[in-house]
C-alpha cells in the first residue's frame, strides 16, 4: 500500500504524528509537505495528494489542515476523489465501508495528534463493502461526469 500525504500548518502536527504511525507499521508513503508550522495554502498541498491518488500512483492520501474542511474541499475538486473529513472512529470506519473514501481529512484544531492515529489506522485497514454502496459511488461518479442519475 502507497500513501500520498499532505497538510497546512494547521494541520502540520497531526501530518507529523501520521508519518511516526506509518513509520512504524512500515507503510510506505510520500509526503508531500509542507514542513513547518509556517503559514502555507492548503488547496497547494490537497492538489498534490489529489492527484497522486486520482491517478493511481497512490492508493490512499491522508490530508490534514486547521479543520480538515478547507483541505478536504480542494481535494475533492480533483475527478475521482472521496475525501472525507473525519472527527471520530465511527466516521472513520464507515466512510470506507460505505463512502469508499480514497482520502482521509482531518483537523489539526480539532482533533489531537493520538486520535488523528487511530483515525488514519481504522481508515487503512478497513475495507469498503461494495453492494448496494456501489451504485451510490457510481452517482457520485455520475455528477462529476455531468450525466443524468
Ligand atoms: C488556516 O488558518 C486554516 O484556515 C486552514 O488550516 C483550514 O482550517 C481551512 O479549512
Known amino acids: ?7 497546512d500548518h494547521g494541520g502540520f502536527c497531526l ?3 501520521i508519518n511516526k504511525y506509518l513509520d512504524e507499521k512500515g ?5 508531500f509537505g509542507c514542513y513547518s508550522e509556517d503559514s502555507v495554502d492548503y488547496a497547494l498541498y490537497a492538489k498534490k495528494v489529489a492527484e497522486g491518488v486520482a491517478s493511481g500512483e497512490f492508493d490512499k492520501g491522508i490530508l490534514c489542515c486547521g479543520t480538515g474542511i478547507g483541505i478536504s474541499i480542494a481535494a475533492n475538486k ?3 476523489i472521496r475525501a ?6 465511527f466516521c472513520a470506519e464507515m466512510t470506507r ?3 469508499d ?7 489539526g484544531r480539532v482533533i489531537t495528534p493520538e486520535q488523528a492515529v487511530k483515525f488514519t489506522d481504522i481508515f487503512l485497514n478497513t475495507e469498503f463493502e461494495g453492494g448496494r454502496h456501489e451504485r ?4 457520485i461518479a455520475a455528477i462529476e461526469n455531468g450525466e443524468e442519475l
Open 27 to 31: 507503510i510506505e508513503y510520500t509526503d
Open 78 to 80: 480533483v475527478k475521482g
Open 101 to 107: 473514501a480514497n482520502i482521509l481529512a482531518m483537523g
Open 15 to 17: 501530518k507529523e504524528a
Open 84 to 89: 472525507a473529513v473525519v472527527t471520530n472512529e
Open 1 to 7: 500500500m502507497k500513501i500520498a500525504i499532505g497538510a
Open 97 to 99: 465501508r460505505h463512502n
Open 136 to 139: 451510490r459511488i457510481a452517482q
